[in-house]
């Protein structure tokens, strides 16, 4: 699995959806607003999670987009997955040279790699992301309130 800039974007976009979008749909130019993604790319994301279900737009005044499925029901692998083609890190030659060879050693490692990265994320939502950042909120609060705000000199 590959972690590119679109599949990052993807999952900011998706939790900008999830935490604004409780009072009704989401635009695109609030999106892109909040965090500074162009408006273009927005449309090309949000083009291909919507052909996932991972995404619904609303046409017309007050429209914009709500998601597909619950948050708890979405996973940041789903995300990512949708806006970019899975990659195997392996990147086999059919005609094996030694050089080749040599690298085939490695594939597993490679393949495992590629299945420990597309298994953490799959056990990750939406939901999950939201979760952490508000106990992470919390904690810092926490620690604000007790005194333990550690603060460069």
């Not at 927005?42 to 999670?49: D, K, V």
């Not at 052909?51 to 940041?76: M, N, Q, T, W």
């Amino acid at each position: 699995m590959r972690l590119s800039t679109k599949g990052r974007y993807a999952v900011t976009s998706m939790l900008d959806l999830v935490l604004n979008g409780t009072e009704g749909p989401v635009t695109l130019a609030d999106i892109s607003e909040n965090q500074g993604i162009s408006l273009s790319y927005l449309e090309q994301l949000f083009a291909a999670l919507r052909g996932k279900g991972l995404v619904r737009g609303v046409r017309g005044p007050g429209g914009g987009y709500y998601l597909g499925r619950p948050a708890d029901e979405i996973s940041i692998a789903d995300v990512i997955c949708a806006v970019d083609e899975w990659v195997d890190f392996t990147r086999c030659n059919p005609r094996p040279s030694s050089a080749d060879t040599q690298r085939g050693m490695t594939h597993s490692l490679w393949d495992d790699l590629s299945q420990q990265i597309y298994g953490f994320l799959t056990g990750i939502t939406l939901a999950d992301l939201v979760k952490r950042g508000m106990d992470r909120k919390q904690d810092k609060s926490a620690d604000d309130l007790l005194g333990f705000n550690h603060r460069a000199a």
